[in-house]
């Protein structure tokens, strides 16, 4: 089963740089045919499933596709959200018909949600239950820490943090984080893991040395 697993973040980490190689190959065909920079886009953190847009994915995916939007990565912020990421992504898929993805869901669990999460599911059951995605999912995530105002206890936060960082190590899953006022929290569970995955840092708001932190491990 581990091996099977491993296999299916494989073949995701291979799709995400397919992916990213056709949209450059999208924006030289476009550019190339009308004479102008006009390049394929790929969202890389599309919140369709968040309770505000409720029912209104297919109208927005429209109207982002009109903007030359061509991918869409969903970031699941629960188990059960990024339940409705994966739905979401077949019923694209299906309507679509020809076998692509063009809306690439993620799993895992938000750092505002983490609280919340753990009323319902223990640590063990959070990290089995995202296990059991990633045959469907291209990243684990969103994930992180955000020591914000009004967002769940550091400790709290880090509980599930670590976990889904390891999972992801364990599965050589890429992994989509989330960071605000915890760089150097951050950076420590990360530095401390030998096997780090791919990693996408999103909601930056750090300094230039942070910045450059993260530029200099690769993310």
């Not at 780090?196 to 993310?219: I, K, M, N, S």
Request: proline residues 5%; glycine residues 6%.
């Amino acid at each position: 089963m581990a091996e099977c697993l491993r296999e299916s973040a494989a073949r995701s980490a291979s799709y995400i740089r397919s992916m990213a190689a056709r949209s450059r190959a999208a924006s030289a065909t476009t550019a190339g045919s009308i004479g102008l920079a006009s390049p394929a886009l790929f969202d890389v953190d599309c919140n369709l499933t968040h309770a505000a847009l409720q029912g209104d994915a297919e109208r927005l995916l429209a109207a982002a596709r009109a903007a030359r939007v061509r991918y869409w990565l969903v970031p699941g912020s629960s188990v059960a959200d990024s339940s409705a990421a994966i739905e979401l992504s077949r019923k694209v898929s299906a309507a679509i018909g020809d076998g692509s993805r063009s809306v690439l869901p993620t799993a895992g669990v938000h750092p505002f949600l983490a609280a919340k999460q753990l009323e319902t599911h223990s640590v063990e059951q959070v990290v089995a239950s995202l296990r059991s995605m990633v045959p469907e999912v291209v990243a684990l995530g969103e994930c992180g820490l955000d020591f914000s105002e009004g967002f769940p206890d550091p400790e709290v936060q880090m509980r599930l943090f670590e976990p889904q960082v390891d999972l992801a190590c364990d599965l050589g899953m890429p992994i989509f984080l989330h960071e605000r006022f915890a760089h150097d929290q951050l950076m420590s569970v990360l530095r401390s893991k030998s096997r780090l995955p791919r990693v996408l840092v999103h909601c930056f708001t750090g300094t230039a040395a942070e910045l450059q932190t993260y530029l200099d491990e690769g993310f």
